[in-house]
């Protein structure tokens, strides 16, 4: 519509113009972002320089074909955005790459160099869930496609894939916010409403997730996932402690495939705070744990999935002792009955070392309660349990001069 009026308002101009909104990038490169690139060509900047230097040297480059179109849609370099179509043509079914390609690139394609592109054979890709849900909906974007049933189809699976802790692996959690990022931007969609906390969550469990070492030195494919993450709603307090790690000196990737990832997701004009200021631990009923003593790279660190406990740099026994993870305390369950440390509002503690759903009993304003541990076998307790908690509930004692009454909140 915007441009409609435009073009009633500039006689002899509509063709032009209706042809330039036609044209318009779809996929990931937002006319915000395209300026922003733009604005970082004009300036020079290292992200600009690197990128183009990579183009310029390193044709063998597994990503050649996103790389040349990304190098078109900024400058508009008519040989570089020939030579992404004769890259994508030499590999049509590396489908994605040839959707940015079709998208960034559309108007140095013939319609003969389309039909083959869009109408290529390829075999069956064991993708995974996530690349290939993303690969599908790019190819039919750069088609002109509708993706409404592709979408109904896809983003279930997708979302329950990610819900299910496989976020965890870069590679796929990239992929699949590319996938949230397009169904956002074509269908005007936002996926992430159906689990609003999880997603919430996410900029946080993902930096917690990774080891000491790598908080330090991650690789190129964390970094682009952490720069996306942030991309998708960067007004999230945990989305700007990440973006406060992510566009850290030191990690800016300089050389090698995540260069043109580097240009396309960092956006220092983007508020970042310092991660260090970042409770260091997240916790979540399904039995999940993350967590470390504190932001340096020699921290204790501790990840609990499904029960499946990881460490690295804890002490020896560490989980046979109270621990302390920012205003997180972890107190193991060592005999039927522990005492529960008294505990600020604005502090957690948390009882481990039990089975899974295995009962615990502890006094609640005077009366008996019962709960259950988590499947990890792990239990948050209530911030105004009073005293000791137990496994049994013979062995559990009412303070003095207090009712007996035995309630189970569930």
């Known amino acids: 519509m915007r ?9 002899g101009t509509c063709s032009g ?31 600009w320089v690197d990128f183009e230097r990579r183009v310029q040297s390193v044709s063998n480059s ?35 790459q040839t959707a940015l390609v079709l998208d960034w690139a ?12 869009l109408g290529a054979t390829c075999p069956a890709n064991p993708s995974s869930l996530a690349v290939a849900s993303r690969d599908a909906l790019f190819m039919q974007v750069a088609a002109g496609a509708d993706t409404e049933e592709l979408v109904e189809r896809t983003s279930k699976p997708l979302l329950a894939y990610l819900q299910s802790h496989d976020w965890q692996d870069p590679r796929q959690l990239y992929a699949a916010f590319e996938y949230l990022y397009t169904v956002r931007s074509v269908q005007h969609v936002d996926l992430r409403e159906s689990d609003p906390r999880f997603f919430q969550q996410l900029p946080a469990a993902f930096l917690l997730a990774l080891e000491p070492k790598q908080t330090e030195q991650p690789d190129w494919w964390t970094h682009a996932a952490g720069l996306a993450l942030v991309a998708i709603d960067p007004n999230l307090p945990a989305a700007q402690f990440l973006q406060g790690w992510a566009m850290e000196d030191r990690q800016m990737v300089r050389e090698g495939e995540g260069v043109a990832y580097e240009l396309l997701w960092a956006d220092p004009y983007l508020p970042g705070v310092g991660y ?10 399904d039995g999940t744990l993350l967590a470390r003593t504190d932001w340096n790279q020699d921290a204790c660190w501790v990840q609990v ?13 560490w989980q046979t002792k109270t621990m302390a993870f920012g205003r997180l305390t972890l107190v193991p369950m ?15 503690v948390i009882v481990s070392q039990l089975r899974p759903s295995q009962p615990v009993h502890f006094i609640l304003n005077g009366a008996k309660v019962s709960q259950t541990a988590d499947p990890s076998g792990m239990w948050l307790t209530p911030g105004n349990a009073d005293g000791e908690v137990c496994t049994s509930l013979d062995t559990l004692k009412v ?12």
């Open 3 to 11: 441009t409609f009026l435009v073009c009633l308002l500039a006689a």
């Open 17 to 47: 113009l209706l042809a330039q909104a036609n044209s318009s990038p779809k996929l990931l490169l937002t006319p915000q972002r395209l300026r922003r690139l733009q604005r970082d060509r004009e300036r020079q900047t290292v992200r």
């Open 62 to 96: 597994p990503e050649r074909g996103l790389e040349l179109a990304l190098y078109y849609a900024v400058t508009h370099d008519e040989q570089s955005g020939k030579m992404a179509v004769d890259w994508a043509l030499a590999h049509p079914c590396e489908l994605r």
């Open 106 to 117: 559309g108007d140095q394609i013939t319609e003969e160099q389309r039909k083959r592109l």
């Open 276 to 285: 260090e200021n970042m409770d260091p631990w997240s916790y979540g009923e």
């Open 305 to 317: 999935l499904r029960g499946k406990v990881q460490q690295e740099d804890c002490p020896n026994g």
């Open 334 to 348: 060592t005999g039927n009955c522990i005492a529960v440390p008294r505990h600020r509002n604005d502090e957690s």
């Open 399 to 410: 303070p003095q001069g207090r009712k007996s009454t035995r309630i189970s909140p569930n």
